[in-house]
């Protein structure tokens, strides 16, 4: 894991002021946070983030517009947009980094209780009696011989581990990050070429339905800000929960959308089929 930044000066560095073992007469009152916006026809607060350099092939986003072609056929576009809308900006990615070192002992716990949830209804279990890409084990006959102890459990378990762990470290600021949030929401579709993680090329794709994938991270959402905010005091005061909560909640939120982003057709597609359907059921 990438070492975070300290996080009493990442936070002191937003205006927040001293508390560890001090009090201030005077404290610094957070300083009000701007939010990355596309420019519209009103006042810009800032520009949307920028990735990477535009390319001479690189399409801009014009004042007021956003390409609808754009955020379908391009990650990075999306994502720009997505970020600027949502806003979550840079100071959003080092708030996550400075708490790493305060998750990181309790991922171990969240990921055990996560597991623990998918079990509690078959419809989010059955998923797990297919074959992992890479375990090479058997297989439980029924579901009722799947436990939380069998081996392929334990080697899903590494690879939420791993993400999780990855929230908190990543650099928001290289496409690689995003590459990788993306290929997690197509991993689950089932599709073949959705597979696009190292691990699970040229190997059968799994298929989680995209509910229980966009239930679940809201139910893990829940159990990391909850976790954030029994942090105590002393680590953290509540302008820096607060900070670090509201970056978590974009972040997810951009996940979300990865996930759909594989799932769910086009606006258009999905009207149309949809205006089709209803004429095909009038009597």
């Given at each position: 894991m990438s070492t975070s930044p300290n996080s009493s000066g990442f936070f002191q560095k937003l205006g927040f002021g001293k508390r560890r073992g001090s009090k201030s007469s005077n404290p610094a009152s957070p300083q009000p946070q701007s939010y990355p916006v596309f420019p519209s026809h009103g006042t810009a607060r800032q520009p949307a983030p920028s990735i990477h350099p535009p390319g001479e092939d690189s399409r801009t986003i014009g004042e007021g517009h956003v390409d609808r072609e754009m955020l379908t056929d391009s990650l990075e576009y999306r994502i720009t947009f997505a970020r600027s809308f949502i806003g979550f900006q840079k100071e959003d990615g080092e708030a996550l980094n400075a708490v790493a070192s305060l998750i990181e002992p309790i991922i171990t716990k969240v990921v055990d209780d996560v597991y623990v949830h998918l079990f509690n209804f078959d419809y989010t279990k059955q998923p797990f009696m297919g074959r992992n890409i890479g375990f090479s084990g058997s297989l439980p006959e029924s579901l009722e011989q799947l436990k939380l102890s069998h081996p392929q459990i334990l080697f899903r378990k590494s690879f939420l581990t791993k993400y999780v762990r990855r929230v908190f470290d990543a650099d928001y600021e290289v496409m690689e990050t995003w590459e990788y949030?993306?290929?997690?929401?197509?991993?689950?579709?089932?599709?073949?070429?959705?597979?696009?993680?190292?691990?699970?090329?040229?190997?059968?794709?799994?298929?989680?339905?995209?509910?229980?994938?966009?239930?679940?991270?809201?139910w893990v959402e829940d159990v990391v800000l909850t976790a954030l905010m029994k942090v105590s005091d002393t680590e953290l005061s509540a302008e820096e929960k607060l900070v670090t909560i509201r970056a978590f909640n974009r972040l997810m939120w951009i996940q979300n959308d990865l996930f759909q982003r594989h799932y769910i057709r086009d606006d258009e597609e999905a009207a149309f089929n949809l205006a089709a359907q209803t004429f095909a059921d009038e009597p």
């Open positions: 949030m993306d290929k997690v929401g197509s991993m689950h579709t089932g599709r073949k070429g959705m597979a696009t993680l190292k691990h699970l090329r040229r190997k059968q794709p799994i298929h989680v339905d995209l509910m229980a994938c966009t239930l679940l991270l809201g």
